[in-house]
Nanobody
Framework: QVQLVESGGGLVQAGGSLRLSCAAS????????MGWFRQAPGEERDFVAAISWNSGRTDYADSVKGRFTISRDNAKNTVYLQMNSLKPEDTAVYYCAADRSRVTRVVAEYDYWGQGTQVTVSS
């Protein structure tokens, strides 16, 4: 069982930056693929980024590639999402998730989810 708690969301102007954190409980954090997803009001939950257990592989949605960076610190049981050059269309609730098997963009393949943190980008 893994419990995930996101933090770091907030209100920022377009062009600004935020860093999201996701703290995980449990001793097996390093065995999980970690992902970030986001969901805007009235829309489906969309993939943002994912990172393998040893940080050897990362994957990004095209909409955030070059602006967002996912990283993890297994010693701290934490995964991060550095978000730069933010745009109003990045406004959403951001969720972190854990997957026991592989780097994937598929929501249904993730086993554990956090409660989310709101990111609002003003124009």
């Amino acid at each position: 069982q893994v419990q995930l708690v996101e933090s770091g969301g907030g209100l920022v102007q377009a062009g600004g930056s935020l860093r999201l954190s996701c703290a995980a409980s449990g001793r097996t954090f390093s065995r999980y693929v970690m992902g970030w997803f986001r969901q805007a009001p009235g829309e489906e939950r969309d993939f943002v980024a994912a990172i393998s257990w040893n940080s050897g592989r990362t994957d990004y949605a095209d909409s955030v590639k070059g602006r967002f960076t996912i990283s993890r610190d297994n010693a701290k049981n934490t995964v991060y999402l550095q978000m730069n050059s933010l745009k109003p269309e990045d406004t959403a609730v951001y969720y972190c998730a854990a997957d026991r098997s592989r780097v994937t963009r598929v929501v249904a393949e993730y086993d554990y989810w956090g409660q989310g943190t709101q990111v609002t980008v003003s124009s």
